[in-house]
T-cell receptor
C-alpha cells in the first residue's frame, strides 16, 4: 500500500507570512493526525481527525493554526501568521483504528521561519 | 504533557552489541507502542504491546511490558549500523481519554 504523502518537503518563510501543508493518508485510514516535532523532542499532537470530524485539537494554537479534512481524506494544515517558534517538522500520520492501532507517518515538512 | 519518558536519552554502542532502551509512564494504559525515526524521516512503527501482554518479539526486537512498574523496555539484539536512529515510546493514557502521549526519545548510535 502507498504510504502517507506530505508536501512540501521543505519550506522557508519569513515571520508573519502564511504557509500551508498538505497530507494524503493511507487509503481506508479513518484517523488522521498532525504533529509538530521540534528538534530533539518527541512529536506533539496538534490535531486529530476521525473521518472529517475533530477528535482532539486541545494543543492547536487556534489563533494562528487551522486544519481541515474535507471529505474525510486529504488534509491541510495552515499557519497564519507564522512566528519564529513555529520552526519545526510537521508530521502527518494516519491509522486504521485510532490510537489502538499503529500510526503510519509521512516524512514530514521541515518549516523554517526567519 | 509527556507521560512516556525514555531512558537513556542517548546510547552509543559497537555494532554487534545489544541495545536496551526503557520507557516509563505514569498512568494506566491500554497499549504501548515503540517507533523508530531515522534522521530527517517520519516515524516508523516497530511494535505495539497491549496491557495484558508481557513480552513481544519481532525479528531482532524484543519488547517487554511491566504494568506494575509502569515501564517497558525495547531490546535490539546484534545491532547494525542501520539501527542508528531515535526510538520513541507512545502510550494511550486512560486518564487522557486514550490520547497518545509521546516521550522525548532515545538517540541510538551504532559505531562500526
Amino acid at each position: 500500500e502507498a504510504g502517507v504523502a506530505q508536501s512540501p518537503r521543505y519550506k522557508i518563510i519569513e515571520k508573519r507570512q502564511s504557509v500551508a501543508f498538505w497530507c494524503n493518508p493511507i487509503s481506508g485510514h479513518a484517523t488522521l493526525y498532525w504533529y509538530q516535532q521540534i528538534l530533539g523532542q518527541g512529536p506533539k499532537l496538534l490535531i486529530q481527525f476521525q473521518n472529517n470530524g475533530v477528535v482532539d485539537d486541545s494543543q492547536l494554537p487556534k489563533d494562528r493554526f487551522s486544519a481541515e479534512r474535507l471529505k474525510g481524506v486529504d488534509s491541510t494544515l495552515k499557519i497564519q501568521p507564522a512566528k519564529l517558534e513555529d520552526s519545526a517538522v510537521y508530521l502527518c500520520a494516519s491509522s486504521r483504528k485510532g490510537n489502538s492501532s499503529p500510526l503510519h507517518f509521512g516524512n514530514g515538512t521541515r518549516l523554517t521561519v526567519t | 504533557s509527556q507521560q512516556g519518558e525514555e531512558d537513556p536519552q542517548a546510547l552509543s554502542i559497537q555494532e554487534g552489541e545489544n541495545a536496551t532502551m526503557n520507557c516509563s509512564y505514569k498512568t494506566s494504559i491500554n497499549n504501548l507502542q515503540w517507533y523508530r525515526q531515522n534522521s530527517g524521516r517520519g516515524l516508523v512503527h516497530l511494535i505495539l504491546i497491549r496491557s495484558n501482554e508481557r513480552e513481544k518479539h519481532s525479528g531482532r526486537l524484543r519488547v517487554t511490558l511491566d504494568t506494575s512498574k509502569k515501564s517497558s523496555s525495547l531490546l535490539i539484539t546484534a545491532s547494525r549500523a542501520a539501527d542508528t536512529a531515535s526510538y520513541f515510546c507512545a502510550t494511550d493514557a486512560m486518564d487522557s481519554n486514550y490520547q497518545l502521549i509521546w516521550g522525548a526519545g532515545t538517540k541510538l548510535i551504532i559505531k562500526p
